[in-house]
């Protein structure tokens, strides 16, 4: 039968048939452009594989914006407290919770050290982790010269613990394994002295900010950074080279004959080497300590053989029109730092330094500051309680109805003006707010207030006003809090 290009698109070829066997293997790929385990999804070559690990560290060390961006970013995580949840809020998994708990406190690093440089994977674009285990058998005797030696622990459970979850240098990895279906089966790792190392992905933790097509290499979060940052990094140098320059270009004038003489087809030997001394000038000519020229001080002669006022040799600095740039480089230098802080959401941190912006806009950057910083942690606990967890608990042979959860608990910022005007609005409509412990506790919370502990204290209060009293008692320390914060601020 005669196909009709108008109406069959596929020019009469035809989907598979799906089968009960396909619902259950992959069929498509991933779309990752990778042979080999060499991974090329990168368009960029200078941002592909080790070398775009050397160019995200000069990035990190070299600009000060990105710096204070990623300061802001890790300082703010890792005052971050993380929580250890049961299994279930009615007490069951509490002991297991516990054991969690425990394995923070219980390596040759802290729990604040490995989550720093499990931050590394947002400039890298991924943190690659080896969970390196022990036997949680008390205190061991230190025997530094022995490699297997037994490691010491706080506990004496007879558990397997963590050791140690030390970081895989982003430099030092070359090329990933893969599965026929594209899932991540190891890596191999080049040291910078020793052998090429190759470690299974079941003794590894993966952390990256986005996993777009399963790329173990993820995506750092200065990608869309990079371009400024090259701009400011040229714009800076061209203006360093601008003043150093004397703001302008050099010229030096020399008599025509020689020239004539220098780039005759037979030179002159005296003429070529005194046009070159005049090009080594004019090329090197830079405010420093040994700043300065010599130039002949002969001048024209006119017909009669009389010295005239022109020179013969002369340096000057050519300068645009009016002795100004057509273009604005502070501003322009300016207008992609903000760029660079902008990809992040962090661009809260240029306010003071400009002339625009207002309180609440500022509120609002922060805000969404936190949430991108929120996302990032629920990342990393997400590998941590679907990865590290029940390992562990496999090794341990413990119960999987019982294993807890790590949860970040970022704190919470609230505008106390904003509860402070809801609270009363609520109040004046007439809704009933006290008594009620759990709101007053959560209040007291928020605006940073002492607890009341006492029950006394509680039936006193009631009986002193009832509802009414307490209520504005809460309002009054609130208010109160507001103004000392102000006044703190101010």
């Not at 729990?111 to 205190?139: C, I, N, Q, T």
Request: hydrophobic fraction near 40%; charged fraction near 25%; glycine fraction near 8%.
């Amino acid at each position: 039968m005669a196909v009709d290009p108008y109406t069959d698109g596929s020019a009469g070829w035809k989907a598979p048939v799906l089968d009960w066997g396909l619902n259950f293997r992959d069929y498509g790929s991933y779309g990752l452009r990778q042979y080999g385990g060499w991974i090329r999804e990168e368009f960029l070559p200078q941002l592909v594989g080790r070398e775009a690990s050397r160019v995200y560290r000069e990035m990190l060390d070299n600009s000060s914006t990105v710096g204070s961006m990623m300061f802001a970013i890790q300082q703010s995580m890792r005052k971050v407290e993380w929580r250890v949840a049961p299994a279930s809020d009615r007490g069951a998994g509490k002991a297991e919770a516990q054991f969690v708990q425990s394995l923070m406190d219980d390596m040759s690093h802290t729990w604040e050290d490995f989550v720093a440089e499990a931050l590394s994977m947002l400039g890298y674009g991924f943190s690659l982790h080896e969970l390196v285990y022990k036997r949680r058998l008390g205190p061991q005797p230190n025997k530094p010269n022995e490699i297997d030696e037994t490691p010491s622990s706080k506990f004496s459970d007879g558990r397997i613990g963590w050791r140690r979850l030390p970081i895989r240098g982003q430099d030092t990895v070359i090329k990933w394994f893969f599965d026929p279906n594209g899932q991540v089966q190891g890596v191999t790792q080049q040291p910078w002295v020793g052998s090429l190392i190759d470690i299974p992905i079941e003794k590894m933790l993966l952390f990256r900010p986005t996993q777009h097509k399963n790329n173990p290499e993820g995506r750092s979060v200065l990608r869309n950074a990079y371009r400024s940052y090259y701009f400011v990094k040229r714009l800076e140098e061209l203006e360093a080279i601008l003043f150093e320059r004397m703001a302008g270009f050099p010229v030096v004038y020399v008599p025509n004959q020689l020239l004539e003489k220098a780039l005759a087809p037979m030179p002159d030997p005296v003429a070529q080497q005194a046009l070159n001394a005049y090009k080594k000038l004019v090329t090197n000519v830079r405010i420093d300590e040994q700043m300065g020229a010599i130039l002949p001080s002969d001048p024209y002669r006119d017909s009669n053989g009389a010295p005239t006022s022109v020179k013969m040799y002369d340096f000057k600095l050519l300068t645009p029109e009016h002795g100004k740039s057509g273009v604005d480089v502070d501003k322009t230098i300016g207008r992609h730092k903000v760029d660079i802080l902008m990809t992040v959401l962090c661009d809260f941190v240029m306010m003071g330094h400009e002339v625009r912006g207002t309180n609440n806009l500022a509120v609002t950057r922060v805000d969404m500051f936190y949430g991108a910083i929120e996302g990032w942690l629920n990342a990393i606990a997400g590998v941590l309680n679907r990865y590290a967890l029940p390992r562990l608990w496999t090794m341990n042979a413990l119960n999987p109805d019982l294993m807890p959860q790590f949860q970040p608990d970022l704190a919470q910022r609230i505008d106390l003006d904003g509860l402070g005007a809801f609270i009363g609005n609520l109040a004046a409509a007439g809704m009933p707010l006290f008594p009620d412990e759990e709101l007053q506790t959560f209040l007291r919370d928020a605006a940073g207030l002492p607890e009341i502990t006492s029950p006394e204290a509680m039936a006193v209060a009631r009986q002193q006003g009832g509802t009414e009293t307490l209520k504005k008692m809460v309002l009054a320390a609130m208010a109160k809090e507001i103004k000392k914060r102000r006044g703190d601020a101010k």
